[in-house]
């Protein structure tokens, strides 16, 4: 009987699907759909349920020693640098995290050395040239040069006129290199043209000599001086970032050796909280030299 049943055509029943008008919310949620998401619902809400009888019955006087190794960093409890870097030392030793300390010092200070000479090789080639407007950045690290005039009296320094003390242009007043005098810039301004048939030695002054150059000319000048700006630049660039990395690895520095310090055997106590990047201070208990 039972093989004559299942030879019977049967009624296919088919799931019913979401109807046109709704169809903008999406497939039709199924019965296994809905177990599904009434499980993980109801499993917050125990959960959530749970930490407030936690918190609710939490004595504010508690204390664990794991607080002081813990801090809390965006809603999560973590552990500390110092914590971690007990636990590296409780797994490959005491005498290693020591060699491994020393060693890192040794590199700072060789990056230090080497970066403080190339500043210095930088400063001796470039002299710190500027335009005036171009290096006056407050976060500019390059030392910028005065010039100081002494005159005679109140009066003089009160109508003390830079162009005419210094022949030029007020323009080019700001410039403490490439700031030709008036008679130069005249000079640049005559036009006064060469003839091929005609050699230097007729001329019988520097004037006579000068001549307008072709815009072939003006133009190369003008590239090369572009390009001189540019180098120019880069390299004080440069200059300025070693600058920032060195009182980087100078900090750096100072915070390994004031951990070496403290590792050291003696009484000691905290005097200053470290600031701006700074180690701490500390002052170590006198002890009497045998």
């Known amino acids: 009987m039972s093989s004559l049943r299942n030879a019977v055509k049967r009624v296919t029943h088919k799931e019913r699907s979401q109807p046109q008008a709704r169809a903008h919310l999406g497939i039709l949620e199924k019965k296994k759909d809905y177990r599904i998401r009434a499980r993980v ?29 813990s801090e809390v960093k965006d809603g999560r409890h973590i552990k500390t640098m110092q914590a971690k870097a007990k636990e590296l030392e409780d797994v490959i030793g005491s005498d290693a995290v020591k060699m491994m300390k020393n060693q890192d010092l040794s590199y700072l200070r060789l990056l230090s050395q080497r970066d403080r000479k190339k500043i210095e090789k930088m400063q001796s080639s470039l002299h710190y040239i500027g335009n005036g407007d171009e290096n006056d950045n407050d976060n500019s690290t ?27 242009v007020p323009e080019l007043v700001n410039r403490s290199f490439n700031r030709p ?6 000079n640049r301004s005559k036009p006064v043209k060469k003839d091929k048939n005609i050699t230097d030695e007729n001329y019988d002054s520097e004037e006579e000599q000068h001549f307008v150059p072709s815009a072939k000319q003006f133009a190369q000048k003008i590239k090369l001086a572009r390009r001189i700006a540019k180098a120019r630049s880069s390299a004080y660039g440069e200059m300025e970032a070693r600058n920032r990395r060195l009182v980087e690895l100078e900090k750096a ?33 006198k002890k009497r030299a045998k």
Request: hydrophobic share 35%; no cysteine.
């Open 181 to 186: 005098r008036k008679d130069a810039l005249l």
């Open 41 to 69: 619902f109801h499993s917050k809400e125990d959960r959530v349920k749970a930490m407030r009888e936690k918190a609710e019955g939490r004595n504010p006087d508690e204390f664990y020693f794991g607080m002081h190794n």
């Open 142 to 168: 390059m030392k910028k040069k005065r010039h100081t005039v002494f005159v005679q009296n109140r009066e003089d320094a009160e109508n003390f006129d830079v162009a005419n003390h210094f022949n030029t």
């Open 253 to 285: 520095e100072s915070h390994l050796v004031t951990e070496k310090i403290i590792a050291s055997k003696g009484r000691k106590r905290k005097v200053k909280e470290a600031v701006d990047g700074k180690p701490a201070i500390y002052k170590f208990r």
